[in-house]
């Protein structure tokens, strides 16, 4: 679904780091950076992070670096993040508790607006004062609240169901943390978290590495 | 880090969702599936199932298939969850909280075992009957509970500093939630978990495909 895109996927990850990098190096006062302090403070390579940078155009200047606040704002914008996002998470469980209270994401530009959920025991209230709503209500909140990302933390039965009310909804990117796979219509984005099978990378590389 | 192994990381997390089809087919009483069954239900080719099958052998029939319950518990197997895993979480804040309340963990076969931080205020209390220790007490725990995981939780500034304990304690691998990279020596593993960047690659998508 990304394939027309020329970026590879990891680069995009890595922006995300080196804007948090850079962030605070302009906070601490460093005005110029180099691509070697980048690459130190994400492990990278130096060439990486040049090569990273270079799908954008021409930055910094040789045998000077990088002016921190400058390729802040710039990979920001890259990343659409020039702007705040409104999301709403399907899911009033454990996991979508816990996302609606995660502070990493309001720090990066995204606002959990509103949750959602089918037990009428948890319709109505509101967790870190973000209010709980039927699924009935999708369609008319995310127009209401222009909503463009949701987040599914429903068990993997659901997923696939929630994901179609998402799409009906006008939702356009869809992180998936049931541990199901989902289809969605084309020009719809989704990524899958699944928790567990991070920790079975680990446990893959331990039984291989003895 | 991982590059002395010769199977891709991709294909290690697509086992474990073939893993997941697999339990799901025996429990239906589906006890031969296709390649094209896998495939669907995980949302890749079946030439890409075949290939990452390839790597740790021959299995199934040609024009028959693969028994559910053979190929799940080898791939259980290659993945190292035949047996079950003693995690410990750092961090005890709104995700350390979630994480350790999350079901998906226990299903494939991860317990949480004890919970660390250094408020006073959370020392000594339970979440979801696990308790809750202060940090001085890792290196005795992880030895006495045999934990072999970690998991960190806590604020990017500590990240580093509770990746250092856990090695020390003798804990062989990290899953890291603080946006910040951490190094550890070289035979530890550390997979880096940014649920905000998952998030940043859909907008960044978003804002590329307009």
Redesign the interface.
């Known amino acids: 679904m ?1 394939k ?2 020329k ?1 590879p ?1 990891a680069t ?2 890595r ?3 080196y804007s ?1 990098f850079l962030s605070d190096a302009d906070e601490k006062g460093k005005t110029t950076v180099s691509s070697h302090d980048i690459a130190q ?3 990278v390579t130096p060439a990486q992070v040049r090569k990273d940078l270079a799908y954008f155009g021409e930055f910094g200047t040789r045998g000077v670096g990088y002016n921190s606040r400058e390729l802040y704002n710039y990979i920001m914008k ?4 020039d702007k705040r ?1 409104s ?1 709403a998470i399907v899911g009033a469980g ?2 979508g ?3 609606s ?5 309001q ?2 530009g ?1 606002d959990i607006v509103c949750i959602f959920d089918n037990d009428p025991q948890k319709i109505g209230k509101k967790i870190a004062n973000i209010d709980i709503y039927s699924l009935d209500l999708l369609e008319e909140k995310v127009k209401e609240l222009n909503i ?2 949701g987040i599914i933390a429903v068990p993997a039965p659901a997923a696939q169901d929630v994901a179609d009310k998402l799409v009906n909804a006008g939702i ?4 998936n943390f049931a ?3 989902i ?1 969605v219509k084309q ?1 719809i ?1 989704v ?1 899958r ?17 003895r």
Chains 1, 2 share one sequence.
Do not use: C, H
């Open positions: 990304f027309k895109f970026i996927d995009i990850g922006l995300s780091m948090r403070a994400t492990g890259i990343l659409g993040l996002w999301i454990n996991l508790r816990a996302l209270q995660y502070k990493g994401f720090q990066r995204f463009v990302l356009r990117g869809i992180i541990p199901v796979n289809t020009n984005f990524r978290v699944d928790l567990a099978a991070q920790l079975e990378y680990l446990t893959y590389y331990l039984e291989e590495s």
